[in-house]
Every structure is written in structure tokens, then in C-alpha cells.
């Protein structure tokens, strides 16, 4: 579970490592000319949009599975680094702290 405390203090959550994920997805070659070439005369790059969304969700799934793997609840303080358009592909960066919650004994 990925969350942001609205209390800021609070007993019962334990802050753990710092977790960090990256994403690369690759971008269809014949719609990466097509970008290209709208890029030259202007307007909106749906093709890198719908592939930043994907890289984006993918990323943030990886860092919630990597949280479970290593124990947590959750991670606080999700942060995603600003996507990049690399050459033929997207780049995303995501990470944060992972949390456990305290159970009462």
C-alpha cells in the first residue's frame, strides 16, 4: 500500500529503509518516427504519454511488490522522478520509505 500519513507523528508506524525502483520501457520504433516527425510541426505526443502512464503504473507496482518483499506495509513519502524521454524509450524513477505499522501485543 502506497500512503501519505496525514498525521505527522504518529507511534504506531515504524519508517524503514529507503526503497528505490527504475523503469525503462522501450518505445515502438514506427511510432517513435511518428512522434518525431509531430514534434517538428507540433501538438500532443500521445504515443510517449500512454508509455510515461505505463511506465509510471509499472514502476509504482514494483515499488509496492519490493515493500511487501522486504516486510513493510506500505511506503511513505512516494515520490516519482520526473519520467524522461530517452532515446527510444522512457525512463522512471520512484521511491520512498518503507513502513511498518506496530501491531499492539
Not at 498525521?7 to 518516427?33: C, K, M, S, W
Not at 519490493?66 to 515520490?79: E, P, T
Not at 530517452?86 to 520512484?94: A, H, L, P
Amino acid at each position: 500500500m502506497l500512503i501519505a500519513l496525514d498525521q505527522p507523528h504518529r507511534d504506531d508506524i515504524e519508517v524503514g529503509e529507503f526503497l528505490v525502483v527504475v523503469t525503462v520501457y522501450a518505445a515502438n520504433i514506427v511510432q517513435d518516427v511518428r512522434e518525431n516527425i509531430r514534434n517538428l510541426v507540433g501538438g500532443r505526443m500521445a504515443h510517449y504519454e500512454r508509455l510515461i502512464q505505463a511506465a509510471v503504473e509499472q514502476a509504482l507496482a514494483d515499488l509496492e511488490t519490493k515493500a511487501s518483499d522486504k516486510g513493510y506495509d506500505g511506503v511513505l513519502g512516494v515520490k516519482i522522478s520526473h519520467p524522461t524521454v530517452v532515446d527510444g524509450g522512457v525512463e522512471v524513477v520512484v521511491y520512498g520509505n518503507g513502513y511498518r505499522v506496530r501491531r499492539a501485543e
